[in-house]
């Protein structure tokens, strides 16, 4: 069974937005995490959120340049995203288009999605942003029960791949 939050509508209220800020902000939250939808192109609502919750993170794919936001981090993912990006780290060119608008921001921080089709990738696409001065940091996808495809996680795929995974 499918959770109810696939049918959720979108509310680009800027009022409802300031109250949903407030209202965690009253609740003792201190901190929030503005991901999905591409956040980036609701510049308006980010500026909401930023004014009532200063400490954040907006989790990007790196489609348009974030300039405010002073006690933000910007997360860009990898592996499960952009994964075609992925592969052309071999010739060098992994994330230029990302690499190109986060600049030298201190507050970006790519997130290597681990999958069972990247996995081999890591060691490689982390190298890269780290010769360009990128932070990462890690995360492991964690798919539904009974999920198949490319991002299905099973625990045979770890073992016996011949490398520290």
Known sequence: MRGKRQFARENSDPVAWQRLMQGEKARGITYVVLAGAEPSLVPDLLEICSREMPLGCIASNGFKRISRFRGYKFMFPSGVTMKPVCASARQGICYSGRLKITGEDPRAVFVYTFTKSNIDEV????????????????????????????????ANRFSGCGKSC
């Open 123 to 154: 060691r490689e696409v982390v190298e890269k942003l780290a010769d360009q001065g990128c932070k990462t940091t890690f995360n492991v996808f964690s798919a539904p029960i009974g999920m198949t495809g490319p991002c299905d996680m099973t």
